[in-house]
């Protein structure tokens, strides 16, 4: 906005999530708050529904766009490219108009692999996207099956590269791993493309069996084996091991870039940052106080059309439980947790560094307790024991 | 105090004051669900002394938890004048039997304090196994039998094939069977007029010092104990001081009376008459089931016979899951036990489990009951331990001990180990009898005898050791026979058997909760099943941790829980974060609830789920 930020008032920094409740088909393990045609009544609109989208930004910045600055913006869902580069571009431009916008702000959308292509790609950039993450998950046919997703192998592949040449610095590939029927050739020919493809950072998952999906009904009847934990392990050190000789480098549990290539909008989310989230079912979080929108998206509309606010519910977090979510979140990031922030009681802090499952190290002249690769494994044990 | 028939005042016989050949006492035997609670009521509602407006159902079952599981679990006695086709006033006392397995010497007491009984037959069923064991009981005191089908009018009904089967198990007549519906009312005056006609006045000498046999102690929360007699000869009256032969304790009368169908205080009882007293006293131990009371001046010297101390045969450790509840599990034990003389407890450490109680009881439903009634009425959760009997050990160096508790199986070298033994009777369609006595015999059981009720029923009689009763024999009966089958044991002394003791070891620790003491042929089965069981209960550990099953010092089994080496949630973004913190925050709540074994933390579910499915040993 403008050159010389007021000396009496620095603007604290905002991330903004935007969430996209449409899909073109639902993948089997998917439990997100997101909707097929089929699944919607006609009085939900995909054509049209980024205006109530723009309406709920207009109200985070009736709140917010005084004494903050947006940083980061991430378009997710969903698949946000459904609803075409012409209305996400209208809904990045109204964050602009009524925030205060870094320029060197990162915009990120994920895109399924067969929803855009090489115009669409170019437009986005235009629009100001800075980032694009697809969801590749994998390249091997069987596996695609199972996950039922739509695209063809190679997919994603052409997509990030045509993403780079439209301009993208940033381009993340999601890969899910440790799928019933994937093999280790599988997983490296997925891990191959993704490195041809020349991105600079990659998320991978192991698969996770959501109640309420598909894929956990088809694992109840019998017709699908439950995801084995020792196989997602070791699946998770050939990634690591790949991703590591290709210069890529851990930042968090479940997330690998390049130099530079680090998603500034999750770190927000790990640091318990500031960040509104706009749409049906998005969760934000101010200085403690954490609230989440109502979930479908029709109720969305009709709130936010007659300019109530669509928030379902909220929690203001105990000074506990915020000691609670700094530890969980900070502790799965490479820049681990200061000693000097943990209350736990030093026998805990031994028996993990005896266990090999996290190791000391000096950050930022702190002595800073970080996961080992077999402490990032077992992450959710180590946090149990130092939340104790 | 007076009814009207046929335009006559009739006086009632006054309690205390009754000729004993106006007097006929007698009891229902019946299985569960045939009915005899339902054709109590009819009797209260024809002889008048419960109307149709203030009728509720069941009148004689008490407690919630008898009402749902359809038994009687204790015994009370109501006074129902009558006038009978002579248009004479009789006094029918229906004295209520407990009518299961555990409760055996219950029923032989109430049967003690009657000279007749109904047996009381589901026309769409036919005997039962406990009913027949009753019967044998009820012909051993020399009652008279009044054999009646009930539930006539059922579609299902099959009076022609019931009547037969009767007469050919009690040698009369199919004729002389009658035939009611006690949910209609058909045929209960006729049932009640037979019972004038067939079963005998009670005898006993007017003259002679007091005799009357306790036949149920109830406690009650305002009065004390309430103790059920009948007294046999003599006089017990108001203005006595009583004696309790058995303990020799001495107690001021601070009531006596009848209950019609509400207790109605009286002067005394007489030779032949049923009601109740009240002395006071708050445990019901002090007023013990088949004891003798007599007056305190110028009493009996000689008891009646049959008095029998209480003796638990079943044993298990009860413990509650909320560690700090202990002192309300004994508050609890200690209010029960006021209403229940064979419960016995004292109190037991586990390792594993924290404070408890081990627990004696007549039977498994005994502990079922109690337990039922432990969570229901003070709220309680509960583990129990697996149920065992008990055991006598004799050591080479000639010591003897008793062993009520796994764990205190001795360690040295055993001469002999005794179990206790039970006569049972199954009672079953043909088409089972093989797949019965399949399950008899992998359970060490020893054919008697086998007889056919009928065309197509088949009483079997088996001796089997106690142990293997109590685990899931009757699930496995019923499994079996589609539900078909019913079973009634008795105790019948001990035997020798190879028995072992089989421990469960955790990473080398072992679970004192989990051992048991089994046959030496099923040891092996034993630890391998309950070692496969707690591997897949076990959450998988930061290391390696083996579960062996071992006699001595003997492994004899070994599963192994791998290390954990994934244990990590693969996304945490914005909206997760909530759901993640509230996860932990409950994640770090259970692990309060973790029970440390060594090393190893087991969730008290896995203990529960190990306990709880008791169907390990010898399944197969």
């Not at chain 2, 009814?3 to 299985?31: D, L, M, S, W, Y």
């Not at chain 2, 019967?135 to 299902?156: F, R």
């Not at chain 2, 002067?267 to 049923?274: H, I, P």
């Amino acid at each position: 906005m403008t050159d010389a930020p007021s000396p009496a008032v620095t603007p604290a920094p905002l991330s903004l999530y935007v969430h996209i409740p449409f899909c073109a088909s639902r993948c089997g393990y998917c439990d997100f708050n997101t909707y097929t045609s089929t699944e919607l009544a006609d009085n939900v609109r995909r054509d049209t529904f980024h205006e109530h989208l723009i309406a709920e930004i207009n109200q985070a910045a009736q709140q917010l766009a005084a004494d903050h600055r947006v940083d980061t913006i991430f378009f997710g869902g969903g698949t946000p490219t459904l609803l075409g580069a012409n209305a996400l571009n209208q809904i990045r431009t109204a964050i602009q108009d009524e925030f205060d916008v870094d320029p060197n702000a990162e915009v990120t959308t994920e895109a399924n692999p067969d929803s855009v292509d090489q115009r669409m790609l170019d437009d986005l950039k235009h629009g100001g996207f800075t980032r694009i993450s697809f969801g590749m998950q994998s390249s091997a046919p069987n596996v695609l099956a199972t996950l039922e997703r739509t695209h063809t192998p190679g997919a994603s592949k052409k997509a990030a590269l045509d993403a780079r040449s439209a301009g993208f610095e940033h381009v993340n590939l999601d890969l899910i791993y440790g799928t019933p029927g994937e093999s280790d050739d599988d997983l490296k020919r997925s891990l191959d493309e993704v490195l041809e493809a020349g991105v600079d950072h990659v998320s991978a998952y192991s698969l996770i069996v959501e109640p309420g999906t598909a894929l956990a009904r088809r694992v109840q009847r019998g017709e699908i084996p439950m995801p084995d934990d020792d196989v997602a392990a070791d699946r998770y050190e050939l990634i690591d091991d790949r991703l590591t000789a290709a210069g890529f480098d851990w930042y968090e549990v479940s997330n690998w870039a390049k130099p530079q290539g680090e998603c500034r909008h999750n770190i927000a989310y790990w640091r318990n940052a500031a960040w509104w989230g706009i749409g049906p079912g998005a969760h934000s979080h101010l200085e403690g106080r954490r609230w989440w929108n109502v979930k479908h998206p029709h109720t969305y509309a009709q709130r936010v059309s007659a300019d109530l606010s669509p928030m379902q519910d909220e929690e203001v977090l105990a000074p506990e439980q915020r000691a609670l979510e700094n530890l969980m979140l900070g502790m799965r990031m490479k820049q681990g947790i200061p000693r000097a922030d943990l209350e736990c009681e030093d026998q805990a802090i031994d028996e993990l560094l005896n266990q090999q499952l996290i190791e000391q190290a000096a950050i930022n002249n702190q002595e800073t307790l970080v996961l080992t690769r077999k402490g990032r494994l077992l992450a959710d044990h180590v946090i149990r024991t130092l939340a104790a | 105090m007076s009814q009207q028939v046929g335009g006559t005042p009739v006086h009632k016989a006054a309690p205390g004051a009754t000729e004993p050949q106006a007097i006929r006492n007698f009891c229902i035997i019946a299985h569960i669900d045939h009915g005899k609670s339902t054709l109590a009521d009819r009797m209260l509602q024809i002889t008048g002394v419960v109307d149709e407006r203030s009728m509720r159902a069941q009148y004689l079952d008490r407690m919630d938890i008898e009402r749902e599981r359809g038994i009687t679990i204790k015994s009370q006695a109501v006074r129902l004048p009558y006038i009978a086709g002579d248009g004479r006033e009789y006094i029918l006392n229906l004295i209520d039997t407990p009518g299961h397995v555990d409760f055996t010497y219950e029923v032989s007491r109430s049967l003690a304090a009657c000279e007749g009984a109904v047996l009381l037959v589901d026309a769409a069923q036919g005997i039962e196994a406990q009913t027949l064991a009753n019967l044998y009981l009820a012909l051993e005191n020399d009652l008279q039998i009044i054999p009646v089908l009930n539930k006539i009018d059922l579609p299902a009904a099959q009076p022609e094939k019931y009547a037969a089967e009767l007469a050919h198990i009690i040698g009369c007549s199919a004729d002389d069977v009658l035939k009611v519906s006690a949910k209609t009312g058909e045929g209960v005056a006729e049932l009640l007029q037979t019972v004038v006609d067939l079963i005998p006045a009670p005898m006993g000498d007017a003259n002679a010092p007091a005799r009357a046999m306790i036949f149920d102690s109830v406690y009650d929360t305002y009065r004390g104990v309430v103790t059920y007699v009948r007294v046999i000869d003599g006089r017990i009256g108001t203005r006595d001081r009583i004696l309790m032969m058995s303990t020799g304790e001495v107690h001021e009368l601070l009531e006596v009376g009848v209950i019609s169908p509400e207790p109605i205080p009286a002067k005394g009882l007489g030779v032949g008459e049923v009601g109740y007293l009240i002395t006071g006293v708050k445990d019901v131990r002090q007023s013990r089931v088949g004891d003798t009371i007599t007056t305190a001046v110028k009493g009996a010297t000689e008891a009646l016979g049959g008095y029998r101390d209480p003796k638990p045969m079943v044993f298990s450790g009860l413990y509650p899951i909320d560690g700090s509840d202990y002192p309300v599990l004994r508050d609890a034990l200690d209010r029960l036990k006021l209403n229940d003389a064979a419960l016995q407890y004292e109190p037991e450490t586990s390792v594993a489990l924290g404070f408890g109680f081990r627990c004696g009881f007549l039977g498994l439903l005994h502990l079922e009951i109690v337990r039922e009634r432990l969570e229901r009425e003070f709220d309680l959760d509960l583990i129990s331990t697996a149920p065992n009997v008990i055991y006598g050990v004799r050591m080479d160096d000639g010591k003897e001990l008793v062993v009520t508790n796994p764990s205190e199986f001795p360690e040295g070298k055993v001469a002999a180990v005794t179990e206790p033994v039970v006569r049972a009777t199954v009672i079953l369609p043909s088409e089972f009898v093989g797949t019965v006595m399949e399950l008899c015999q992998a359970r060490r059981g020893t054919l008697l005898g086998m007889d056919y009720l009928s065309e197509d029923r088949v009483e079997m009689r088996y001796t089997l050791p106690l142990a293997e009763i109590v685990f899931d024999f009757f699930d496995q009966l019923k499994s079996r026979t589609r539900g078909y089958a019913s079973l009634d044991y008795e105790t019948s002394g001990e035997q020798e058997a190879d028995l072992v003791k089989v421990d469960i070891l955790l990473h080398g620790d072992p679970v004192d909760a989990f051992s048991s003491i089994v046959h030496k042929d099923k040891a092996y089965t034993y630890g391998v099943a309950m070692a496969q069981k707690l591997k897949e209960l076990i959450p998988r550990q930061q290391f390696e941790v083996p579960i062996q099953a071992a006699v001595g010092s003997r492994i004899i089994a070994r599963e192994t829980i791998r290390a954990i080496r994934k244990d990590v949630l693969a996304k945490c973004y914005g909206g997760d974060v909530s759901r993640k913190r509230k996860l932990l925050e409950k994640q770090k709540e259970g692990k309060k609830r973790m029970k440390m074994v060594g090393r190893v933390e087991v969730p008290q579910e896995a203990f529960i789920a190990a306990l709880s499915t008791s169907d390990t040993a010898a399944k197969k």
